[in-house]
């Protein structure tokens, strides 16, 4: 870092503020992201007794379908305002019904609520645009549920900027 910054900084300096920002941030160096949390949830709606926990048993279109309303929801300055957790649990709501996602999360309606209404106009974009298609890699072994996928968010993102200020 010292030798691309052309020596605008030390080595050493770069060390300590990286120390600084570590202690800052507790050590905490692996944050709880809402696609984690959309995970976890849809990991404990189809689990059943013989389930292998490492591997996902949630279908894939509908965890494609979900993440992409999640990553269209997240572009939007306006989701910091929710945990990521009732982000996660608000894109639920959107496709299952709510006790189930009550059962899952942990959440209550009224945790959840301002969050799926919030969401609403990011549900409604996502389902004018065509669905994302998925490649498949010849000779390359690949986790479905490790996805991504080519999306026209921002195309998305002004429809729905467009709804919010009308």
């Excluded at 120390?19 to 944050?31: G, Q, S, T, V, Y």
Aim: proline share 3%.
């Amino acid at each position: 870092m010292a030798y691309v910054t052309a020596g605008t900084y030390y080595e050493e300096e770069i060390l300590q503020m990286e120390i600084i920002i570590l202690k800052a941030l507790r050590w905490k160096l692996c944050p709880e992201t809402a696609v984690l949390w959309l995970n976890l949830y849809l990991q404990m709606l189809w689990m059943n007794a013989s389930s292998d926990l490492l591997e996902p048993q949630f279908p894939q279109d509908i965890y494609i379908r979900m993440t992409r309303l999640l990553d269209l929801s997240i572009l939007s300055m306006n989701s910091l305002d929710f945990q990521n957790r009732v982000l996660a649990a608000s894109v639920l709501c959107h496709f299952l019904q709510r006790e189930a996602v009550e059962k899952v999360s942990g959440l209550c309606k009224d945790e959840v609520q301002p969050c799926v209404s919030w969401m609403t106009p990011f549900v409604e974009s996502a389902s004018q645009h065509r669905r994302a298609s998925l490649k498949d890699f010849a000779q390359i072994k690949v986790d479905r549920h490790n996805i991504q996928t080519y999306t026209e968010y921002l195309t998305m993102l002004v429809s729905i900027l467009s709804i919010l200020i009308v």
